[in-house]
């Protein structure tokens, strides 16, 4: 059975899954639906067509699903979707959608929010994501699976970062993030690729050299970028990694592409 404490306020039409725990002080309006085995433990605040996954627990303070930060918004009932197994620590806050981005913020399964972190309207985050205290994404941002952000960063609107990436702390990340990529820096820059999390993925070592001399030959070879881009499409066949990473920077739409820094801005 489920349990609500007396002090917590359930609105009509809202959905509690079995043996999921409301504790007190939580609000919960009346298009929200949570699944089976969750835990709310007090002050919990969700709104809006907000559903949550199965065994998700939510600690105090957390407000889901209320509007977007967007001058856009003119009070359309939109959506946010948490998937199954999700740790949302203390203040964090995820709003829901636009009816200009679709209507939608998606953040998938077994994701660890840290406290006082951010997912904006019409976001579309992965799976197994972990977001560090205060990494806050803009709207419209795409996040692939395994994604890391360390930190106090901040993505910027329209965004993607892709599957496997580490971001470090107290970056600005205003360009796309290539997959298996790491970034850092006050304005996020391509470090070269995320080892450790490829390596944690069963990555090979033989795996990791082909990958890391495609990386070589197509960020730090010679000629300009649209030419080692272009030399390395045959490089598609030798890993499903390289092939990834290719079509994502083919599917580049809204902003550019992160880059290693010049070394010449060091100095």
């Known amino acids: 059975m489920s ?38 433990i007090a002050h919990v605040h969700i709104t809006a067509q907000t559903s949550i996954g199965d065994d998700t627990t939510i600690y105090p303070f957390v407000s889901l699903g209320t509007p977007p930060q967007s001058l856009s918004y003119r009070g359309e009932l939109t959506r946010l979707e948490i ?24 953040v998938g399964d077994r994701g660890y929010f840290m406290n006082c972190s951010h997912v904006g309207h019409d976001c579309q985050v992965g799976n197994d994501v972990i977001f560090a205290t205060s990494a806050t994404l ?31 702390g107290v970056c600005g990340v205003r360009g796309d993030v290539i997959p298996f990529g ?50 390395a499409q045959p490089m598609a066949s030798a ?11 083919d599917d580049g739409k809204h902003r550019a592409l992160c880059l290693p820094a010049d070394p010449r801005d060091r100095h």
Do not use: W
Not at 13 to 27: F, K, L, Q, R
Not at 139 to 165: K, M, N
């Open 239 to 249: 890993d499903p990694a390289i092939a990834q990473i290719l079509s994502f920077i």
């Open 3 to 40: 349990t609500i404490d007396p002090t917590a306020r359930i609105e009509d039409g809202a959905v509690i899954g079995e043996g999921t725990s409301i504790g007190p002080y939580c609000v919960i309006g009346r298009h929200v639906v949570i699944g089976a085995n969750c835990r709310l």
């Open 138 to 168: 803009g709207g419209h941002c795409e996040i692939g699976d395994f994604v890391f952000i360390g930190g106090l960063s901040a993505v910027h609107q329209f965004t993607r970062i892709g599957p496997q990436v580490m971001v470090g």
């Open 83 to 106: 998937g199954q197994g999700c740790t949302i620590r203390e203040s964090v806050t995820m709003n829901a959608g636009t009816v200009a981005g679709g209507g939608i913020t998606r």
């Open 182 to 231: 790491l970034v850092n820096g006050q304005y996020a820059s391509l470090e070269g690729l995320n080892v450790i999390g490829m390596k944690r993925r069963k990555f090979t070592k033989e795996r990791l050299a082909t990958v890391r001399s495609f990386y070589q030959k197509l960020f730090h070879g010679p000629g300009i970028f649209a030419e080692r881009l272009s030399a």
